[in-house]
Antibody, heavy 120, light 113 residues
């Protein structure tokens, strides 16, 4: 079964850092692009970042550029999101999502998400 | 950035009737070299992650009932549910993947009348 399990969320003060992880199973992780997508409470979906199959092509939403860093470890079937200088508006449920292609386009499998709350 | 605008924001349809959700992009998402529209549709039920329904504007994901269909090209797209079932109650989102940053529509909430 194809599965994505996010972890690392929690309550953090503004200006602090947090690192999210996503463990993949049930598919050849290294063959596919991956994404992070977030959803603020009661709001819609916001694409955060995408990374191609080998980490050579990375992009970010303008709202997180310069603060967040996406990375992957294909040997460990894992995706990461390093979040620095967190702001209250970063509060959201963060989803890890698989792309069906090698380049980041759209998302065919989603995890259940991990919640990040930025508050003093 | 490409702005995706869905209409309506909410929709109530009787069981068995047709439901139509529209999505308009601020610029074309049709890539002329391959004649593909870089647009996907997702369904999100309460408390669940989104589920991919349609990609390339009209290709149905495996396992998605054929009563759901996508159409359109360029800047105007439609998700149609031909005969609404109770399990179709959800919020539906379109997403463009033509250019980064990728963007979603604001969502359309579909309910039973």
């Amino acid at each position: 079964e194809v599965q994505l399990v996010e972890s690392g969320g929690g309550l953090v003060q503004p200006g602090r850092s947090l690192r999210l992880s996503c463990e993949a199973s049930g598919f050849a992780f290294g063959d596919y692009a991956m994404h992070w997508v977030r959803q603020a409470p009661g709001r819609g979906l916001e694409w955060v970042s995408g990374i191609d199959w080998n980490g050579g092509n990375i992009d970010y939403a303008d709202s997180v550029k310069g603060r967040f860093t996406i990375s992957r470890d294909n040997a460990k079937n894992s995706l990461f999101l390093q979040m620095n200088s967190l702001r209250p508006e970063d509060t959201a449920l963060y989803y890890c999502a698989k792309d069906p292609t090698t380049k980041p386009y759209y998302m065919d499998v989603w995890g259940k998400g991990t919640t990040v709350t930025v508050s003093s | 950035d490409i702005v995706m605008t869905q209409s309506p924001d909410s929709l109530a349809v009787s069981l068995g009737e047709r439901a139509t959700i529209n999505c308009k992009s601020s610029q074309s998402v049709l890539y002329s070299s391959n004649n593909r529209n870089y647009l996907a549709w997702y369904q999100q039920k309460p408390g669940q992650p989104p589920k991919l329904l349609i990609y390339w504007a009209s290709t149905r994901e495996s396992g998605v009932p054929d009563r759901l269909s996508g159409s359109g090209s360029g800047t105007d797209f439609t998700l149609t549910i031909s005969s609404l079932q109770a399990e179709d109650v959800a919020v539906y989102y379109c997403q463009q993947y033509y250019s980064k940053p990728y963007t979603f529509g604001q969502g359309t909430k579909l309910e039973i009348k």
